[in-house]
């Protein structure tokens, strides 16, 4: 799974966004795998993920957590996204312990997935890195704008789209919660983060972070 991997930013503003995955493998045992993947996205609500979705549905903030769960099916890639180290590895240690048989990926910055597997006492399967973005990059979005973008892996996000609302936002016509929740809804998968979103689009309009 690499449309999780490629999200812009500094380490400031990525140690707080996680990114988990879980998926049957094909073939293998992916007959009956609904049910456990459910069990996957309510023990996510549980430690208090801050999206959670999937391609087939939609995410929390478009249809609502009760039925993204309500519609996973056998062969979904279900999503949730953490804000918070230690959520993260309780969560990932609940999954082991509960033992769920899926494969799980999660998607961060790299000594903080290294951190949480460590902690959780959990080798990694695999590792993949992002090499950055190659080709003609004139043609990209100002990285501000990519910081936004990329937390929507399949580019359902439009740069365009996050400089209205950041004008929006310095005329005092939305709030950056709101906002953020804007750029969230279009991210069928559910891997926005929107409280990273929201204090990106604050950086962005010249408003205080929670950090400043």
């Keep these: 799974m690499t449309h999780t991997l490629h999200r812009q930013g500094n380490e400031q503003n990525l140690k707080h966004d996680y990114v988990l995955l879980a998926k049957a493998a094909n073939g293998i045992n992916e007959v009956g795998a609904a049910d456990k993947l459910r069990q996957f996205l309510q023990m ?101 704008e990519l910081e936004l973008t990329t937390m929507c892996g399949h580019g359902l996000i439009s740069a365009n789209l996050v400089d209205s609302l950041v004008q929006d936002l310095k005329s005092g016509r939305t709030t950056a919660d709101a906002a953020s929740l804007e750029l969230a809804k279009r991210c069928e998968c559910g891997i926005f983060n929107p409280m990273r979103g929201t204090e990106l689009l604050k950086a962005m309009a010249n408003l205080p972070g929670k950090d400043s």
Excluded at 51 to 56: C, K, L, V
Excluded at 83 to 92: A, C, H, I
Excluded at 108 to 121: D, H, I, P, V, W
Excluded at 129 to 138: A, E, R, T
Aim: with cysteine.
């Design 44 to 144: 996510a609500l549980r430690h208090k993920a801050v999206n959670m979705g999937h391609s087939r549905v939609g995410n929390m903030y478009t249809v609502g957590a009760e039925e993204v769960i309500a519609k996973v099916t056998d062969n979904c890639t279900v999503t949730v996204v953490f804000d918070d180290l230690d959520r993260v590895v309780r969560f990932v240690q609940e999954v082991k312990d509960v033992d769920l048989g899926m494969s799980v990926v999660i998607s961060s910055l790299f000594y903080s997935s290294m951190e949480c597997c460590t902690k959780a006492r959990l080798t990694p399967h695999s590792i993949e890195h992002s090499l950055g973005i190659w080709g003609k990059k004139k043609k990209l979005a100002p990285q501000k």
